[in-house]
């Protein structure tokens, strides 16, 4: 009996402490996190990051000339 209640002491204290601690960061927040740091491979992840966002701006960019265009 005493295991019983102290596993479901221990199952409730992990499942309420890991709603609260962990934190939900976008994938380009991850991505940012990595490109920021010092880790190997950053610089790349920095340029696939400068890739992504030329091309979501150019992708923006035809958007908006194809919605001014008249019939």
Do not use: H, K, W, Y
Request: glycine letters at 6%.
């Amino acid at each position: 009996m005493r295991i019983a209640i102290f596993g479901f002491a221990l199952l409730f204290t992990v499942a309420c402490g890991a709603s609260d601690s962990t934190q939900t960061r976008t994938e380009a927040a991850r991505d940012s996190a990595i490109a920021e740091s010092a880790v190997p491979g950053a610089a790349g992840v920095r340029s696939a990051l400068t890739v992504s966002d030329s091309a979501a701006a150019r992708r923006t960019l035809e958007d908006s000339i194809m919605n001014t265009a008249e019939p």
